[in-house]
C-alpha cells in the first residue's frame, strides 16, 4: 500500500519504490485538456482502483502510460525508469500489459491461438530464425503451448480452446483478452473497466482471477465504475476528477473524503 494511507490526499509527488510512478501528466486534444496534471504511484504488488466520474480522463491517462498518446508534459516511470515517449509496442516491452474497455481479441482466430500469438520474443517470428535456429524454434514453440495451456487451465477457458474468438461472449472475451495480457509476463497489468459488460458469474471468476494473480505477486491498476468492486478488491484508490488526480489512499478513507463524495460518490458513504 501506498504511504498516504491514513489521509486521503492529492499526489503531488510519487514515490521512490513505487512500480509505476505518473507525475504531472497532462494530456490535451486541441482547447480541451483531458488530463490535467495527474500524479499518483502504483505499489508493487498491489491492486489500485482508479476511479471518477465519466470525463474524469482515466482512460486517456492509461493511453498516456501505454504510449497510445504522447502527454504535452510530465512523466511516466516504470522501475524507476522512463517510459514516457516510447511507442506502445516498447512500453509493452518494458513489462506494461494492458486490456481496453472493449475486449480486442482476433476473432477468427481459435481461443488456443489467440494467447499463443501474444507470447513476446520469439526466435521463429525473425526472418532467419526457423533456419538458423531451428532446434531453438520448436524449444520456444513447446514451451508456448505449455504456457497457454496453463492460462487455460487458470482462466478455466480450456474448454473453449478450439472456439473461434468470434464464438466467445463478452465476459470469455475479456477473459482471453487477460490471458493474452498474461503471455507477455508483464510487471504490471492495467485493466481497463475489466467487469464491465459482465454479467455477475463471470464477474466474479475474473474477480476472483485478479486476486489470485495479486497473492502470486503481480501488479495491477484498474479502471473501475462498481464501487462495491473498488472497495472490496482495491489495496489502494486513485479518484480523478476533471483531468486531475483529486485524491488518493486506502478505500475506506477516500470513500469518506468530503471532496470525493462531492464530487464523485455521492450517497455512496
Do not use: W
Amino acid at each position: 500500500m501506498g504511504a498516504d494511507n491514513s489521509t486521503a490526499s492529492a499526489d503531488a509527488t510519487t514515490g521512490d519504490d513505487a512500480l509505476l510512478a505518473v507525475d504531472e501528466v497532462v494530456k490535451a486534444f486541441g482547447g480541451l485538456v483531458a488530463v490535467d496534471g495527474a500524479s499518483f504511484d502504483v505499489e508493487r504488488e498491489s491492486i489500485t482502483g482508479l476511479i471518477g466520474p465519466n470525463g474524469a480522463g482515466k482512460s486517456t491517462l492509461f493511453n498516456c502510460i501505454t504510449g497510445v498518446h504522447g502527454p504535452e508534459s510530465g512523466s511516466v516511470r516504470l522501475n524507476g525508469d522512463e517510459i514516457q515517449g516510447l511507442s506502445p509496442t516498447e512500453v509493452a516491452r518494458c513489462g506494461v500489459g494492458r486490456t481496453f474497455q472493449t475486449p480486442k481479441t482476433f476473432r477468427g482466430m481459435t481461443v488456443r491461438e489467440n494467447l499463443a500469438f501474444a507470447a513476446t520474443n520469439q526466435t521463429g517470428e525473425r526472418a532467419l530464425g526457423p533456419l538458423l535456429q531451428s532446434g531453438t524454434v520448436r524449444s520456444e514453440e513447446h514451451e508456448v503451448q505449455t504456457r497457454v495451456d496453463e492460462t487455460l487451465e487458470f482462466l478455466e477457458l480450456d474448454h473453449l480452446a478450439d472456439d473461434y474468438g468470434s464464438a466467445l461472449s463478452g465476459g470469455q472475451r475479456k477473459l482471453l483478452e487477460l490471458g493474452r495480457v498474461l503471455m507477455m509476463d508483464p510487471e504490471i497489468i492495467l485493466l481497463d473497466e475489466p467487469v464491465a459488460g459482465v454479467n455477475p458469474s463471470l464477474t466474479d471468476d475474473l474477480l476472483r482471477r485478479l486476486e489470485e494473480l495479486n497473492d502470486h505477486g503481480r501488479t495491477i491498476l484498474f479502471i473501475e465504475h462498481d464501487m462495491d468492486i473498488v472497495m472490496q478488491h482495491c489495496d489502494r484508490v486513485v479518484v480523478m476528477h476533471n483531468g486531475t488526480t483529486l485524491a488518493s489512499g486506502a478505500p475506506d478513507i477516500v470513500q469518506n473524503d468530503e471532496r470525493v463524495v462531492e464530487a464523485y460518490l455521492g450517497g455512496y458513504a
